[in-house]
């Protein structure tokens, strides 16, 4: 009798550390899943940066500290200046300048 309570015990307790082992297999599976879906969204970002970049030289790792700061002041008042156009153009009215 003892030899059997023993066989359930073992058996019940190798079921619970096998349920938990398929419920970490599916987690893992469905975490899979997301990162395929991020990799995915990646790797499409790059190709569209891939086809904007011809060359390694055009990097900005590779250019001088110097053209990439001109680079860097020339973008950023270009996007100052749009949005200073784009608000401008979302003012009411009674808001916006007359001159």
């Known amino acids: ?6 066989l359930v015990v073992s058996g019940a307790y190798l079921g619970w550390r096998a349920w938990g ?3 970490q297999a599916r987690e893992l599976g469905s975490e ?14 790059l190709e569209l940066l891939g ?4 060359s390694p030289e055009e990097l ?3 250019a001088g500290p110097v053209t990439a700061r001109i680079k860097r002041n ?4 270009l996007s100052r200046l749009a ?3 784009r608000r401008a153009a979302s ?6 300048h007359v001159d």
């Open 21 to 23: 082992l398929w419920g």
């Open 32 to 45: 899979l899943v997301v990162a395929e879906r991020r990799l995915d969204e990646v790797q499409g970002k």
């Open 91 to 96: 003012r009411p009215a009674w808001a916006k």
């Open 74 to 77: 020339r973008a950023k008042a």
């Open 51 to 54: 086809e904007r970049i011809s």
């Open 1 to 6: 009798m003892i030899w059997v309570l023993l």
């Open 83 to 85: 949005r200073r156009q």
């Open 60 to 62: 900005a790792i590779f």
